[in-house]
């Protein structure tokens, strides 16, 4: 069973709001990721972090930010929120490789809904 | 760059087994996921292949791997409602790349009583 926790599970918020949806996860990873998922469709990455002060953009561009100051909490930003940018963000992080070879699996949070009027 | 493929719909009589295909480009992919999503939750790991393996099984899930067609399944045996999600293959490039987990569009699966 994984820990890890997504705050808020849903938000509805007024266009240009400041917003932050928060991921904390107690398995001690130092990998974390930020996807966004619109209904009915597939994952794209938009943030990843190996590590405290490490953070990347991922495949899919996105005006939000994050920050890794703590290895357990890898918190989303949008500092003025846009109608487009209503979609589901799942959080995951992933256990170093194993032993035997390079595994890494993903582990999700159950998402943040976010809905921006 | 890297393609992963589903098919976007598939509906089965509850007992039936169930078999969800996928399709994915990159010859250099090491691991493969399946995971599962439930409506308004996040993605659940059901199992893993490693690419050097051609079959799977865990219960009532089997997975099976044909690294030359670049073609993956799971068949889910004695379907039951409570299967009803949507499942998402991944595949995960070599060690080291910087490449992270590639996802598909997601198989809804619907079982039906």
């Known amino acids: 069973e994984a820990d890890i926790y997504q705050t808020p599970r849903y938000l509805v918020i007024g266009t240009g709001k400041k917003i932050t949806l928060e991921c904390s996860q107690t398995?001690?990873?130092?990998?974390m990721y930020w996807y966004q998922q619109d209904p009915g469709m597939e994952l794209h990455l938009i943030h990843y972090?190996?590590?405290?002060?490490?953070?990347e953009k991922g495949d899919l561009s996105s005006e939000s930010t994050v920050s890794r100051i703590r290895t357990e909490h890898f918190p989303l930003t949008l500092e003025s929120a846009r109608p487009s940018h209503t979609s589901q963000y799942l959080c995951a992080s992933s256990d170093p490789p194993g032993l035997a070879g390079y595994q890494e699996t993903q582990y999700f949070g159950p998402g943040t809904r976010l809905l921006v009027l | 760059g890297e393609d992963v493929e589903q098919s976007l719909f598939l509906s089965v009589r509850e007992g039936d087994s169930s078999v969800i295909n996928c399709t994915y480009t990159d010859s250099s992919s090491t691991y493969l996921y399946w995971y599962k999503q439930e409506p308004g939750a996040g993605l659940q790991l059901l199992t893993y292949i490693f690419s050097n393996m051609d079959m799977k099984q865990d219960q009532r899930l089997t997975v099976l791997l044909n690294k030359k067609d670049k073609h993956l399944s799971l068949r889910i045996a004695d379907t039951q409602t409570g299967d009803s999600a949507i499942y998402f293959c991944a595949e995960r490039g070599p060690s080291g790349s910087a490449r992270q987990l590639t996802f598909g569009s997601g198989t809804q699966l619907t079982v039906l009583p």
């Open positions: 398995m001690g990873h130092d990998k």
């Open positions: 972090s190996y590590g405290v002060n490490s953070t």
